[in-house]
């Protein structure tokens, strides 16, 4: 397969697979000519990255998570403390981002939102309270 024909097949953008392959996370052959040459388990590899980045797992935890899957001696342990520690940054933005929204909503209650040029909003932000 060529790499628009992978791409078509992963979804992922060509500039995403050739730099995947810039990084050493996959490794298709090459053909006299040049092009890049994709094989079944490259294609398996980037539905893979592509799963996990869209989990949201940083590229060294897709590499980490690559090796492991690769690894059949691998301990199910070690693939669960990444993805724990992976949950428990991803439950920090969600408690920073329900911080965030409260704050707005408190603030966008607290202003008329008349012709008064005072406004709860701008004094917030301001860091008038």
């Known amino acids: 397969m060529n790499i628009g024909d992978v791409a ?17 996370l996959i490794t298709p052959q090459r053909e006299l000519n040049g092009y890049r040459r994709f094989r079944e388990q490259d294609l398996h590899k980037l539905n893979f990255l592509g799963r996990a980045r869209a989990l949201g797992f940083t590229i060294e935890d897709c590499r980490t998570l690559l090796a492991l899957y690769e690894d059949e001696t691998r301990a199910s342990a070690d693939v669960k403390r990444i993805a ?3 949950l428990a940054q991803i439950e920090a933005k969600i408690a920073d981002l329900n911080a965030m ?3 707005l909503s408190h603030l966008i209650d607290a202003c008329a939102g008349d012709d008064r040029p005072d406004c ?7 860091g008038e309270d």
């Open 84 to 86: 724990r520690g992976h």
């Open 120 to 126: 709860p909003i701008l004094q917030g932000l301001g």
């Open 8 to 24: 078509t097949h992963t979804g992922l953008p060509a500039k995403t697979i050739r730099y995947y392959e810039e990084i050493g």
């Open 101 to 103: 929204r409260d704050t």
